[in-house]
């Protein structure tokens, strides 16, 4: 959602790495930045809600609901979801509690006031697909433990 602190989205990137002195000062220097783009996003976005808290709360709805995980075009990207999936770097479950749940919790989209009819129904619209999300996280749990 407009965007997020990678390592929300990778928690594991704080580990050390054995890339050398040079690989992991690299990496500090992009986590950094990714820090410094989250602050700014993350500020700008609640500055956004305080300022016109409907287009920000139907701006917000439409991310959430059109959000494609990098990658989606490219050819047989569903194999190489799994992929990912599969060696834990990202899936369902880290984009809902990783990014997704605490975005909103710092947004705090239960406590804006002042929306209209399309604000509380873009709000509205979030809380429904927060919980298709938790539905699909605990499916896709159920299968991976059965497979």
């Known amino acids: 959602m407009l965007r997020q602190l990678d390592r929300a989205d990778h928690p594991d990137r704080d580990k050390p790495v054995d890339h050398g002195k040079m690989g992991?000062?690299?990496?500090?220097?992009?986590?950094?930045?990714?820090?410094?783009?989250?602050?700014?996003?993350?500020?700008?976005?609640?500055?956004?809600?305080?300022?016109?808290?409907?287009?920000?709360?139907?701006?917000?709805?439409?991310?959430?609901?059109?959000?494609?995980m990098p990658g989606t075009g490219i050819r047989d990207f569903g194999m190489h979801r799994q992929a990912i999936a599969k060696a834990g770097i990202y899936d369902a479950n880290k984009y809902l509690n990783n990014v997704v749940v605490p975005v909103l919790d710092k947004l705090q989209i239960d406590s804006v006031e002042g929306l209209d009819s399309d604000g509380e129904a873009a709000r509205a619209a979030i809380h429904r697909r927060v919980r298709g999300l938790g539905i699909a996280v605990r499916r896709s749990t159920r299968v991976a433990a059965n497979t």
């Open 24 to 68: 992991n000062r690299i990496l500090g220097i992009v986590a950094g930045d990714e820090g410094r783009h989250y602050r700014f996003y993350s500020g700008l976005a609640a500055e956004a809600l305080a300022i016109d808290p409907n287009t920000m709360m139907i701006a917000l709805r439409n991310q959430l609901q059109d959000f494609q």
